[in-house]
């Protein structure tokens, strides 16, 4: 049985626990208020910072590549090789631990406040009542679910090792067969769950939510933590 997409409205084959198009999960779905589960009373404040485990993940493997990559570079006699992989460890350094301290300021820094009797409130005591807002959107691009692939791959595993009836040539094989695929698991885990979601992050089709206003301005929160939630209670907010 297919359901709807609780973002673009596409339809999601029930075989799968999100949307395709935009990323939204039905366990997101689930979470946040729905018509028959409606928003909670009171003021709710949603923070930056949805994806820091991410970025402490990034900044611990590429500080650890950067330290290689520095020590390989310090063995040498200042040829241009050298020169490459000295620029290479810099880089890794600067795109590791100073993207993730950019991400901390962002999560103490960044803030918002759902007030249902009033609208927005924004830090340094700013405030955007409901008559003044036009809408919210979902925009910028949004990982797909990469469970398929990673549930197939143990799949895979669980098969080689029930193969494995007895000692000998053919039970190696499966051994070293399974260490090969579970080492792809962890490089399709690490690759889609941590480098695509801080780099898709970094980059200019980040995911992000708006906040239309009825000037023609616009306010912008990316990596919004709750955002389904943040969403569906200014939707709430705005139908009064």
């Known amino acids: 049985m297919s359901s709807r997409c609780g973002k673009c409205g596409r339809e999601i084959h029930e075989d799968r626990s999100s949307c395709l198009y935009c990323g939204w999960s039905k366990a997101e779905g689930g979470a946040a208020p729905t018509a028959e589960r409606p928003v909670a009373a009171g003021p709710a404040?949603?923070?930056?910072?949805?994806?820091?485990?991410?970025?402490?993940?990034?900044?611990?493997?590429?500080?650890?590549?950067?330290?290689?990559?520095?020590?390989?570079?310090?063995?040498?006699?200042?040829?241009?090789?050298?020169?490459?992989?000295?620029?290479?460890?810099?880089?890794?350094?600067?795109?590791?631990?100073?993207?993730?301290?950019?991400?901390?300021?962002?999560?103490?820094?960044?803030?918002?406040t759902v007030d249902p009797g009033a609208g927005l409130r924004l830090p340094r005591g700013r405030f955007v009542p409901w008559d003044e807002i036009e809408g919210v959107d979902f925009?910028?691009?949004?990982?797909?679910?990469?469970?398929?692939?990673?549930?197939?791959?143990?799949?895979?595993?669980?098969?080689?090792s029930s193969g494995i009836t007895e000692a000998g040539l053919w039970a190696a094989l499966h051994i070293l067969l399974i260490g090969a695929v579970a080492c792809l698991v962890l490089a399709v885990a690490f690759v889609s769950g941590v480098c695509l979601p801080v780099f898709l992050l970094l980059s200019p089709w980040q995911p992000r939510v708006v906040v239309r206003l009825k000037n023609g301005r616009s306010l912008v929160w990316r990596d919004l933590t709750r955002e389904a939630d943040f969403v569906h209670r200014v939707k709430a907010g705005l139908k009064g």
Request: proline fraction near 2%; aromatic fraction near 8%; charge should be positive.
């Open 139 to 160: 925009a910028g691009l949004r990982m797909a679910d990469d469970r398929t692939l990673i549930r197939f791959l143990l799949d895979v595993i669980r098969g080689l």
């Open 45 to 112: 404040t949603f923070r930056s910072g949805a994806t820091t485990w991410r970025f402490l993940g990034w900044a611990s493997a590429a500080t650890a590549a950067g330290w290689i990559v520095l020590r390989q570079a310090s063995r040498g006699a200042g040829s241009p090789e050298d020169d490459r992989l000295l620029a290479a460890a810099v880089a890794l350094f600067v795109l590791g631990p100073l993207a993730f301290l950019a991400q901390v300021l962002r999560v103490a820094l960044v803030r918002v």
